[in-house]
């Protein structure tokens, strides 16, 4: 199981009041302090973008699960897996959040 400190989301100080970009978890960043931060998400992107770009990510994550279900990945480092299905569901979360946060917005 993942740590909760891999997907948990930037703090209201590192997300920069008024800010368009927020960045992604820690676990996308392969760092802990925002400030080291190189992928971020567009927080005023459509609510259906962010959506569509999690799903996408969650549609990955299924298909890697499968292949490894059926053996088809038995040369794969379960660090590798592990660490690839991390960045997509910690990426894929954020997604959500920024969908279910602009949805709030409109309201």
Known sequence: MANADHTSHPAPAERREGSRFIPLGPASQHCKLSRD?????????????????????????IE???????GHSEHQ??????????????????????????RGRRR
């Open 37 to 61: 931060a190189t992928l971020y998400l567009n927080t005023n992107a459509p609510a259906n973008a962010l959506y569509d770009a999690a799903e996408c990510r969650l549609k990955s994550v």
């Open 77 to 102: 480092s379960l660090s590798g897996v592990s660490r690839s299905l991390l960045l997509l569901v910690s990426d894929a979360q954020s997604l959500y959040q920024a969908d279910h946060e602009q």
């Open 64 to 70: 890697l699960l499968s292949a490894l279900h059926l």
